[in-house]
Nanobody
Framework: QLQLVESGGDLVQPGGSLRLSCAAS????????IGWFRQAPGKEREGVTC????????NVVRSVMGRFTISRDYAKNTIYLQMNSLKPEDTAVYYC??????????????????????WGKGTLVTVSS
């Protein structure tokens, strides 16, 4: 079964840190651009950051720049999102998604509305005191 599974969501105080994981099963992430997205209550889903396939290239949106870092472990077939200096407005369900790099440059273009091949079911991050 081809799937992405997120983990690591939790309740954290403002200023705290969390690391989310996105593990792939049934396929290799090597040739996929991977993105982290989030959806806050009552809001539309938004792209947060992405990492290009077989590259160190990363794109990150302004609202989390300097606080969130995406990384990839090829051996573990897993993507991570390190989140530091968390704010209450970071509260959301966080999703990872993958799109094959063939024929697309969506991550380098920051085009988070690109149609992804796979989505995870999400993990909840709550930032509150």
């Amino acid at each position: 079964q081809l799937q992405l599974v997120e983990s690591g969501g939790d309740l954290v105080q403002p200023g705290g840190s969390l690391r989310l994981s996105c593990a792939a099963s049934g396929f290799s992430l090597d040739h996929y651009d991977i993105g982290w997205f989030r959806q806050a209550p009552g809001k539309e889903r938004e792209g947060v950051t992405c990492i290009a396939a077989m590259s160190a290239y990363r794109n990150v949106v302004r609202s989390v720049m300097g606080r969130f870092t995406i990384s990839r472990d090829y051996a573990k077939n897993t993507i991570y999102l390190q989140m530091n200096s968390l704010k209450p407005e970071d509260t959301a369900v966080y999703y990872c998604a993958a799109a094959h790099t063939a024929g697309s440059n969506w991550c380098r273009l920051g085009s988070y509305n690109y149609e992804m091949d796979y989505w995870g079911k999400g993990t909840l991050v709550t930032v509150s005191s």
